[in-house]
């Protein structure tokens, strides 16, 4: 069974920064694109954030994270990464990673597109 598997969590002040890794073994994530995704305290739901092409070239962010954020991939390293700087308290959550399976836009974010998620890492943005 494939599961991608997240990294990089943790407590981290106002204004500070944080970089997710997401990558698997024996799975080439370098031909898919990636999701990253995730559920705030209280929510049931995982909310797309960001989503990367296979070859990197494209990516798409959701505005709350627009010009803060930054989604790369090392395909080389078979790891995608999520840059997140000027952290604030609203993006403390369980982040996710996913592979894209679908025909439609990655950044449409439909959960039932995505598959294979990893544990989530937790990232609490606190004084």
């Known amino acids: 069974q494939v599961q991608l598997v997240e990294s990089g969590g943790g407590l981290v002040q106002p204004g500070g920064s944080r970089r997710l890794s997401c990558t698997a073994s024996?799975?080439?994530?370098?031909?898919?694109?990636i999701g990253w995704f995730r559920r705030t305290p209280g929510e049931a739901e995982r909310l797309g954030v960001s989503?990367?092409?296979?070859?990197?070239?494209?990516?798409h962010y959701v505005d709350s994270v627009k010009g803060r954020f930054t989604i790369s991939r090392d395909n080389a390293k078979n790891t995608v990464y999520l840059q997140m700087n000027s952290l604030r308290p609203e993006d403390t959550a369980v982040y996710y990673c996913?592979?894209?399976?679908?025909?439609?836009?990655?950044?449409?974010?439909?959960?039932?597109?995505?598959?294979?998620w990893g544990q989530g890492t937790q990232v609490t943005v606190s004084s």
């Open positions: 996913a592979v894209f399976f679908a025909s439609s836009a990655c950044s449409d974010y439909v959960v039932h597109d995505y598959h294979y």
């Open positions: 024996e799975f080439p994530l370098d031909r898919y694109a």
């Open positions: 989503c990367i092409s296979s070859s990197g070239g494209s990516t």
